[in-house]
């Protein structure tokens, strides 16, 4: 029987090996004629067994309380049954996602607990509780306060781009003249057409894996644009295959010869769909490269004179008494003081029964 199906630490399974008992037992009891008596007191029954064998005492009592259940000793009730599952296509994160709106328009507490119901309820997929919250993380919901309540809340940059996107698209719709919309993505296959996940045999591989990026409208694909190509990295993320240099150069050479006519593109905001053609210096960088910046765009730029700097920390300690002397006013006002039930002794005597109640 295995240790750790009881719950013990790894770490210290080399000293709890069933082997090492006895001895970790006749230790014990060695110590204790030493002593010239026992250790633990006798009352103490699972104290005294968990010094003995060398073993926490809640794991006495949690192996205990299995036998008094019933329990099968060799099934760890506190391993979990299965990984956890962040891996969602995107049809489940874009229903999890109106589920979540519907909610909020319903007027409903959208909680984990609550979304979760309602996923059960309509059978959209199999996930558990913290599976559910690393989901809703990666879609960009995070929980916040609301009106004294907390919620799922989705961030406001992402509430942004989408309305942005939202009202160019109806408006491109109503236009005397409106553009197709060509939607492009990728996404991976097997050789073998496996799953990430199955039943299967461990001696059977799924093969190579490609990575497909493809695009097309309301016409259907667009022919002779696609790229397929065979992944290297062993990544189950296969955006992890992907970088700008590849995707600039299928966009330019390959996708978008192939356009008919002047078109809206639509595309999500992988991390190598953006990027900065040039890095611009920030605070944290060194003096160093921001010089060497304003060089290579011929901004001249002074040098800061001891004089100089001299009246920046000026300025800025100024700033900080001044910073203080406001704060200090605040602290000097006095509290205002409110006087509260100045009535009747009976309601006097209600309030302090219900604070005492409280």
Known sequence: MGLTRLGVEEGVISRLHPFRWPLNVYDYFVKEKNHGGVLTSVMAVQQRTADAVQVSKQTVVRTCAMREIGSDLKRNPYRRSKPRRTDLLENKKHTIRYLIYDMYANKEHVTLDTLLAVIKLKDLCDLGRTSLFYALKEMGFKFKMTNSRRGSCEQSHVVSMRNVFLRKYIRNLESEIPHDFVFLDETWVFSRGATKRTWQDDRAKNGKR????????????????????????????????????????????????????????????????????????????????????????????????????????THTEEIIKDTFNREKIIDDVRALVFTVNTGSDEESDYLSESDNDA
């Open 210 to 313: 490609y990575i497909i990026i493809h695009a097309g409208g309301r016409n259907g694909f667009i022919e002779g644009s696609s790229l397929i190509f065979s992944s290297t990295n062993k990544s189950f993320d296969y955006h992890d295959n992907m970088n700008a240099e590849l995707f600039e150069k299928w966009f330019e050479e390959s996708f978008l010869k192939k356009l008919a006519q002047p078109s809206i593109i639509v595309l999500d905001n992988a991390s190598y769909h953006t990027r900065k053609s040039e890095k611009i210096p920030r605070a944290s960088s060194t003096k160093e490269e921001i010089s060497n910046w304003l060089k290579m765009k011929n901004r001249p730029f002074a040098k800061v004179t001891p004089d100089v700097w001299n009246r920046c920390v």
